[in-house]
């Protein structure tokens, strides 16, 4: 069973560019949520997405955006990146709407805005 | 929206059982506690979940009181592998729009 994957593992982006996260979900896993790390903090919740849908988000503003396709694979897309925005990308993926709290994390995006 | 409150770090010694606690004061009834542990340059691993009493598995335990403001996950034994961050998530509601807040995190030292 292949665990959830994300692409790329680094990148380096200038403020004001745009830039696109992936995600793919472990296999048979129909939910996806996004998480940013700033270094030596915990998760913040971004969004959720249940069968591409939006289905929770957290306090972030308009310009992190994200998708979830029909194979369930999703990204995460921010416009006009702040140096703040440097942090780790967590993807998580979940089995079915009865065991969200099992979520299984991908290893990370390391974006860097410089 | 749960706010959540854990210690900053604890020490502990091979083979001595830990004990973590998260505080939720404001937790939502249909909110579930979720327990991660986190290495570092590594996504969280999910070790437990619960909604209210006991539950326990192979690796861990839960305890939730009846009020549920508060949350410990028990290791027992620990070993020097399980030196790492430990979270408590609270949210993942089964049904509706979905509001998820993880602790501040406990960063676990376990020494020989």
């Known amino acids: 069973e292949t665990g959830v994957t994300q692409s790329p593992t680094h990148l380096i982006k200038t403020r004001g560019q745009q830039v696109t996260l992936r995600c793919s979900s472990q296999s048979g896993h129909n939910t996806v949520s996004w998480y940013q790390q700033a270094l030596g903090q915990g998760p913040q919740f971004i969004f959720q997405?249940?069968?591409?849908?939006?289905?929770g988000r957290g306090n972030f503003p308009p310009r992190f955006s994200g998708l979830q396709f029909p194979n369930y694979s999703s990204e995460l897309n921010v416009n006009a990146l702040e140096l703040d925005d440097s942090a780790l990308y967590l993807c998580?993926?979940?089995?079915?709407?009865?065991?969200?709290?099992?979520?299984?994390f991908g290893p990370g995006t390391r974006l860097t805005v410089t | 929206l749960a706010k959540t409150t854990q210690p900053i770090s604890m020490d502990s010694y091979e083979g001595q059982e830990v004990n973590i606690t998260c505080s939720h004061n404001?937790?939502?009834?249909?909110?579930?506690i979720t327990w991660y542990q986190q290495f570092p340059s590594q996504g969280p691993r999910f070790i437990i979940q619960g909604y209210k009493t006991k539950v326990t598995n192979e690796v861990a335990s839960l305890f939730i009181p009846a009020d549920r403001k508060s949350s410990t996950l028990s290791l027992p034994r620990v070993s020097l592998s399980d030196t790492a961050v430990y979270y408590c998530l609270v949210g993942l509601m089964n049904t509706g729009f979905q509001k998820l807040v993880f602790g501040t995190g406990t960063r676990l030292l376990v020494s020989p």
């Open positions: 998580a993926s979940s089995p079915s709407s009865e065991r969200l709290y099992e979520q299984y």
């Open positions: 404001n937790i939502a009834t249909n909110d579930y």
């Open positions: 997405y249940y069968r591409e849908e939006e289905n």
